[in-house]
């Protein structure tokens, strides 16, 4: 993608947030929907901070990583709280492919921690 074309994308872009941030002051969406919404701006934010702030490529990359292992416990912790509240139950469709993710992800943070790496 050329320059050009990139910077059309962002002017799109500035302009279809502007139209959203007004349709939700007056047509709120689910909080469920909010958060995917907020965790994708949050992405997008944490990229441009990254990529304006000094460094290279690996700088760019450390500061994604660490983004999205703070983003990572924001959700845990948000999931405990849905569980807490009784918005997840053991009926929830996308329980088994969350309860997989955790399994994985701990048995690899966990192998991090015994390596000392």
Known sequence: MDQRSLLEQVHVLRAQLEQIDQ??????????VLED?????DHLRSTLWALMSEGGPDSVTSKLV???LMRAAEI????QLDIDASEVGINSPELPKVRE?????TERVERLYRSGM
Do not use: I
């Open 23 to 32: 349709k939700l002051q007056s047509e709120p969406l689910p909080n469920a």
């Open 37 to 41: 919404f907020k965790g994708a701006v």
């Open 76 to 79: 845990c912790r948000q999931v």
């Open 66 to 68: 660490t983004f999205r």
């Open 101 to 105: 993710a955790l399994r994985l992800a």
